[in-house]
Each structure stands twice: as C-alpha cells, then as structure tokens.
C-alpha cells in the first residue's frame, strides 16, 4: 500500500463514517447500524484500490439502508 492522498483521505472519510454508524448503533442498541459501522472502519486496511474501496462502501451502506427498510 503506498502512500496516496487520495487513498488516504477517502479511508479516513470512510472510517469516520463507520465509527459514527457504530457509535450510534450502541447507543440505540441497533444491530445493522453497529455491523456496518464496524466493517466501514476495518475494511480500508485490506483495500488500496479506490475504485474499489468507494464501491464497498457503497455496497455496505445499501445494505445497511436495505436492512433499515426491512425492519431490522
């Protein structure tokens, strides 16, 4: 992994989303909310790529959205 701006300011805006979706998950006791909190926050340290990287995230918050939707 090298050492892009880019990589490094979009895994830190990712990360600080997934630590305020895990924070608010504890606090309201929402399961979805904590999980995908945490996957936000440990994922870019597996991922450089920033195609991918955004495309996970986008992935994980749809998720989070679709399990919101069903009532979980």
């Known amino acids: 992994m090298g050492f ?4 490094i300011l979009l895994s ?6 997934g630590f305020v979706l895990f924070v608010y998950g504890k606090r309201q006791a929402r399961l ?11 994922y870019p ?4 790529n920033l195609v991918v990287s955004g ?6 918050l749809g998720l989070l959205w679709l399990a919101v939707a ?3």
């Open 4 to 7: 892009d701006p880019n990589a």
């Open 12 to 17: 830190l805006l990712e990360g600080s989303i």
């Open 32 to 42: 979805p909310h904590m999980l995908a909190g945490v996957a936000l926050c440990v």
């Open 45 to 48: 340290y597996f991922v450089s």
């Open 55 to 60: 495309a996970l995230a986008v992935a994980i």
């Open 70 to 72: 069903a009532g979980a």
